[in-house]
């Protein structure tokens, strides 16, 4: 929110609180999303975040939309999300990388992926790529816990 004073105050963008699984406000729902980024959202370090977060996406997704999703594992439950993520929505992996090491605070490094979420659909399904395997790539020798 505080990052955003300054185009808030030129007026070119608009920000809203939004917990996850509450209700959403009309103009979230009128307003079809083209674009939703989400970084680091999956490490909260509590899979009953995992549902709600969902539902969230789901609300605010068409077709139309693509979700960017930023992403390091580190705990093995965090495969639940995305067992539940492919029930509803395609999966490609758009990037892969090791950071620097001095953007890990933790002593645990993993590289960090950026995921394409999109609805699925029939069309979106067919896509290359749209069904990244966590299980594959996320050994469980990749987990901290
Ligand atoms: C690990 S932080 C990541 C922060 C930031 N996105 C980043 O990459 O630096 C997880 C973020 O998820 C958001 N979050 C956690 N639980 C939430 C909830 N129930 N509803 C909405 N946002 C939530 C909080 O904003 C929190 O800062």
Known sequence: ?????DSMARGDITVQELLWGQK??????????????????????????FPPLLKTLRQLCSPETTILMAYKPRARFERMFFDSVLESFCVSRVWNRLLPSDCYTETFSAPVDVFEIRLRTEKSSREEGANFDFRTSYPDAIFEE
């Open 24 to 49: 959403l406000s009309k103009s979230l729902l009128r307003d079809r999303m083209n674009l939703i980024v989400a970084s680091d959202v999956v490490g909260c370090g509590d899979e009953a975040l």
């Open 1 to 5: 929110m505080e990052n955003a004073a």
